[in-house]
């Protein structure tokens, strides 16, 4: 086994018919297109006349797990396989479930050709247990982790985080949902079992022969087509009741703009942190690459043989196709009233730290050094990060360490969206624009700002920094 990575002077225990031309302009305006690449486009959506079983990745404890990161072949549905990187031989990899307090005893064994590490994004864990680019270990390393669950129930996830290949490993199919449950989203008595659904979006290209095929651009990797949970072109039987998804958005770089087919609303619950404070209706998500939603949708309408389509609008793609069976259930509701107790995050005259995000490649006009220390936390202290846009956005702003709030954002859209209020770990920043976020750290430790476009993070546009 590779040793463990000392932490810097710290102690090892220190975690549905809708289309784009129907977007109306206010939400245009509001949302803006500046998020979007040329190759995105709105454009028609590719007609399908065969959809594919929507896989539903296995359930596993964190307990005693063992996660193998290696080369394998992937079903992704109609008779279609492709070469791929999976955890576990699987894509997405299994799905982690923990319940808040307890143990996650994790060995990660490295069976790539080139150096890896796991990290557990979301997680609010010591720096030894975080999955570090200082912790990647060679092909055929190792790996263990060893953490108590310490934070509200949520949807996060697990994806590999060596220095200048995060996205490559990510693109091929290294990355899987970790949720956490705990008492106060149990009493809520929300959709469970077949009801919850992990929805794991991403974009993908391949080569004549059907494979997997990844382009490593400095503006970032725009897919041609979708696959959601591995599956091409995928549906879901659903029955007449509500169902809860965990929706990730797992692309390197497409901002994706949810909304369902029929016009519908989605019911938000929350978010990257968890509950947010109430339910509320929105008919369109922007979701960046790492952003999460927890979402609850109606089909107690939905008739035998009846259909809606959840949809990338900005894309024009159809992503998945829920078909209704026509059986009645007796199921959870749609909660009204009151969700989840969210203490605002204040401190007096919060000092601010402004981060500039240059180009492609920088942040405060600074490439990322492994080994560089740029700036010390103190531990307990409530500050206010400002991030600033300087050319080349979307920037999905990722922190390691803790949640944040996000208090304003200023230019480009000048809003804060419903999605990020509550508690978040990323948040999107667009062209002109400027968001500020409180966030405190309870944890001493180095943890890393970067942006979680994945190629702008591989060439350099991350930061370290010390909780002390």
Partial sequence: MSPRLDSPGLGRREFVGLTAASLSAAWLAA?????????????????????????????????????????GTADLGGGQRSTAWMYNNQFPGPTIVANTGGRATIQLTNGLSQHSITHWHGMIVDYADDGHPRQAVPPGGSY?????????????????????????????????????RDAEEAAL???????????????ASFDSAGNLKFGSKSSGFIGTDPLVNGTRNAFLAVNKAVYRFRVLNGC???????????????????????????????TQITLAPAERLDLLVDFRALGQ????MLRDVGAGWDLVEFR?????????????????????????????RTFSFDGMTRINGRLYDINRIDFQVPLGTVERWRFRTNGN?????????????????TGGRGQVFPWERGWKDTVLLGDSETVDVLVRFDRRGLYLIHCHQLAHEDQGMMSNFQVV
Wanted: glycine fraction near 10%; aromatic fraction near 6%; hydrophobic fraction near 40%.
């Fill in 305 to 308: 043989n009846a259909s809606v």
């Fill in 144 to 180: 263990a982790y060893d953490f108590t669950v310490a934070q509200r129930a949520c949807l996060n996830w697990y994806h590999p985080h060596p220095h200048m290949h995060t996205g490559e490993q990510v693109y091929y199919g290294l990355a899987g949902a970790f949720i956490l």
């Fill in 324 to 352: 209704g069976t026509g059986a009645v259930v007796t199921s959870a509701a749609i909660p009204v009233g009151p969700l989840s107790s969210i203490t605002p995050l204040s401190g007096p005259a919060a000092p601010t």
């Fill in 31 to 71: 949302c803006g297109r500046d998020l979007v690449s040329p190759a995105d486009a709105p454009r028609l959506a590719r007609a399908t006349s065969t959809r594919n079983p929507l896989r539903i990745p296995s359930v596993v404890s964190p307990s005693g797990l063992t996660l193998t990161a290696a080369p």
């Fill in 393 to 409: 956005a979307p920037h999905p702003v990722h922190v390691h360490g803790a949640s944040f709030q996000v208090q304003s954002r």
């Fill in 189 to 203: 008595n929300l959709p469970a079992g077949a009801y919850e659904v992990p929805l794991i979006i991403r974009d």
């Fill in 252 to 282: 390197n770089a497409r901002v994706l703009r949810l909304a369902l087919g029929s016009g519908a609303p989605f019911t938000l619950i929350g978010n990257d942190g968890g509950l947010l404070a109430a339910p509320t209706s929105v």
